[in-house]
C-alpha cells in the first residue's frame, strides 16, 4: 500500500482533485502539476506560438534562398556552354559557391548549424528566434533550391522555345513561363517541406529557445515527471501536422482538378 | 518578290563534338513574301535548319543573315529579331497556366509595350480570322490539337513578324485536323507572308510553296520550283525520296 497520496505530493493540490474520485486523484495531479500549476499551461502556448513562427520565418527564407540557388544551377547548367566573358565567370563564380552551399547545408546535422549561428556567428544577438529561423531558414533553402531545381527541369523544354521564339530573353522567360509552372509543379512539395520543417525546429531548444519540445521538457523537469509535458507536446504536432497534412491534400487536389 | 529577308551562309551543326553532322554546308535564302518548304527525309536536318535561322539552334559554323544583318554575330541582340520571326512549333507549346488570349497578348504587352486594350483588339482580331473567338477566356489544355495549332499561329502573327517559320506543324496532329491548320496557312500565304515550312505535307509544298528544298544528310540536295522538284526531279536521291512518300 503506497501511502496516502496527498502526502507523496509536493504541491498543494485543489480541492476539485481531492474532492473527486479517489482513483483518479493521482491522474488529477499529475494533470494539475504539468498544465495548471502556476499557469504552466501558458507555456506550451509560448511554445506552440514560437514553433510556428520560427518555422513560418524559416520557410519564407528558404523559399527566397531557393529560388536564387535554384536559378543560379538551373541557368548555369543549360547556358554555360554558350556563354563567355564577364558573365560566365560571375555566372560560374556563384554556381560554385551555390554548389558549397548545398554540399556543407546538406552534409551536416541542422542541430549543429543552428548552434554554431547562436553560439559562434550571433554569439553577441540575444534574438533566439529570428538566429533559429535565419539558421532554419539556410537550411531549407538548400532543400527548396532542390525541389524548385527539380520542378524547373520539369517543365516541356518546348516552352523555353516558345518563349525565346517571341523574342523574350531567358530572365523573363523564366519569369513569365517556366517559374510560374514550375511552382504550381512543387506547391505540394514545398507544403510538405513545411511539415517536415515544423518538426525539425524541434530542436531548437539546443539555443533555449522555447518551442514546444522545450517547453515539454522545461515543464518534465520542472515537475520531476515528464509524462504529461511530453506527451503534450508530441500532441502539438501531430495536431499541427494532421492541419497541415489535411490542407496539402486539399491543395492538390484542387491543383490536379485546374490540371491540363 | 524583292530583296533577300534571310540568308543562310555555309551553315555547319555538328553535335557531340563534330562526331554528328546535322548540317553541313547549307547555303539558301528567302526572298520577302516568298514560301519556301522544306522537304526531306527525318534526320536530314531540315529542322535544324529551320532552328538555326531564328538561333533557337546555334549553328557551330556558317552565318545567317536576318534582313541583312549578321545575327550569329554575337553582338547581336537576338531577342529583338526573333520579334521579327514568328515560330510555330510541332508540338504547339502553348502556355498552359495562361488563357488563350494572354498567351496572345503577352508578348505585344511586355516587347512591344502595347497597351492590354490595343493588345487584345488585335488578338480578338486575329482570333475571329482564324474562327475561334469563342475560346479566347479558354485555356490550352480546353482545346483540340488543331486548335491550338491555330492558337499557335496567331500568337506568333500578334508580334506582327517579317517572317514565319514552321516546323512540322501538322506532324503532331490527328489526320482530321490537318486540313483546319493547313488552311491558316494558306491564308496566310495568300496574304504575302513570308514562310518558311518544314513538313511532310507534299500537297501543302505543291500547292502554296515558290521554291521547294530538298535535303539529305545535312545538306540541300536539290531546290526549285514545286514543279521542278515533284515532277522532274534531277537528282537520284530526291527521286527516291519523293517515290516513297507519294
Same mark, same amino acid.
Given at each position: ?189 514545398? =507544403? ?66 485546374? #490540371?491540363? | ?65 536576318? #534582313? ?7 553582338? =547581336? ?58 475560346? =479566347? ?89 514545286? #514543279?521542278?522538284?515533284?515532277? =522532274? ?14
Amino acid at each position: 500500500m503506497r501511502p496516502s497520496a496527498s502526502q507523496s505530493w509536493p504541491l498543494e493540490a485543489p480541492d476539485w482533485i481531492l474532492n473527486g474520485p479517489e482513483w483518479l486523484n493521482d491522474l488529477g495531479y499529475d494533470f494539475y502539476k504539468s498544465f495548471v500549476f502556476d499557469n504552466r499551461y501558458q507555456m506550451y502556448i509560448k511554445g506552440l506560438g514560437n514553433t510556428l513562427l520560427l518555422t513560418l520565418l524559416a520557410l519564407l527564407i528558404g523559399v527566397a534562398l531557393g529560388v536564387v540557388i535554384s536559378l543560379i544551377r538551373v541557368s548555369w547548367d543549360k547556358n554555360h556552354t554558350e556563354m563567355q566573358g564577364p558573365g560566365k565567370f560571375f555566372l560560374g563564380f556563384f554556381n560554385a559557391l551555390a554548389k558549397v552551399y548545398l554540399t556543407v547545408i546538406r552534409g551536416t546535422p541542422a542541430v549543429v548549424q543552428l548552434m554554431i549561428m547562436y553560439f559562434v556567428i550571433f554569439a553577441s544577438s540575444r534574438n533566439k528566434v529570428m538566429v533559429a529561423a535565419l539558421s532554419f531558414g539556410i537550411n531549407s533553402g538548400a532543400y527548396v533550391a532542390e525541389i524548385i531545381r527539380g520542378g524547373i527541369m520539369s517543365i516541356d523544354t518546348g516552352q523555353m522555345e516558345a518563349g525565346r521564339s517571341l523574342g523574350f530573353g531567358y530572365v523573363a522567360t523564366m519569369r513569365y513561363i517556366i517559374l510560374p509552372q514550375a511552382f504550381k509543379a512543387v506547391l505540394p512539395t514545398l =507544403a510538405n517541406e513545411f511539415i517536415v520543417l515544423l518538426k525539425e525546429t524541434a530542436v531548437a531548444g539546443y539555443v533555449g529557445l522555447t518551442d514546444v519540445t522545450y517547453a515539454g521538457n522545461i515543464i518534465g523537469g520542472n515537475c520531476y515527471d515528464y509524462l504529461f509535458p511530453l506527451l503534450m507536446s508530441a500532441l502539438i504536432y501531430l495536431i499541427l501536422v494532421m492541419f497541415f497534412t489535411f490542407l496539402v491534400g486539399k491543395l492538390e487536389r484542387r491543383l490536379r482538378s485546374s #490540371e491540363r | 518578290m524583292s530583296a533577300d529577308i534571310i540568308q543562310a551562309m555555309d551553315l555547319q551543326k555538328h553535335f557531340d563534338g563534330g562526331d554528328i553532322k546535322a548540317l553541313n554546308g547549307v547555303n539558301a535564302s528567302v526572298k520577302k513574301g516568298e514560301v519556301v518548304v522544306v522537304i526531306g527525309p527525318s534526320g536530314s536536318g531540315k529542322s535544324t535548319f529551320l532552328r538555326c535561322l531564328n538561333l533557337l539552334e546555334v549553328p557551330t559554323g556558317g552565318k545567317v543573315l536576318f #534582313e541583312g544583318v549578321d545575327i550569329t554575330d554575337k553582338k =547581336a541582340d537576338i531577342n529583338l529579331h526573333r520579334q521579327k520571326m514568328g515560330m510555330v512549333f510541332q508540338h504547339f507549346n502553348l502556355f498552359p497556366h495562361m488563357t488563350i488570349l494572354r498567351n496572345m497578348t503577352l508578348a505585344p504587352m511586355k516587347l512591344l509595350k502595347k497597351s492590354q486594350a490595343d493588345a487584345e483588339a488585335k488578338a480578338k482580331a486575329l482570333l475571329e480570322r482564324v474562327g475561334l473567338s469563342d475560346r =479566347a477566356n479558354a485555356y490550352p489544355s480546353q482545346l483540340s490539337g488543331g486548335q491550338k495549332q491555330r492558337i499557335a499561329i496567331v500568337r506568333a502573327l500578334c508580334m506582327d513578324p517579317e517572317v514565319m517559320l514552321f516546323d512540322e506543324p501538322t506532324s503532331a496532329l490527328d489526320p482530321e485536323m490537318v486540313g483546319e491548320v493547313l488552311e491558316v496557312m494558306k491564308e496566310l500565304a495568300k496574304e504575302g507572308m513570308t514562310m518558311v515550312v518544314v513538313t511532310h505535307e507534299m500537297g501543302f509544298a505543291r500547292e502554296m510553296a515558290d521554291r521547294v528544298i530538298f535535303m539529305a544528310e545535312g545538306k540541300i540536295v536539290e531546290e526549285g520550283t514545286p #514543279e521542278e522538284i515533284f515532277m =522532274a526531279p534531277k537528282q537520284p536521291r530526291t527521286r527516291d525520296f519523293l517515290a516513297k512518300v507519294l
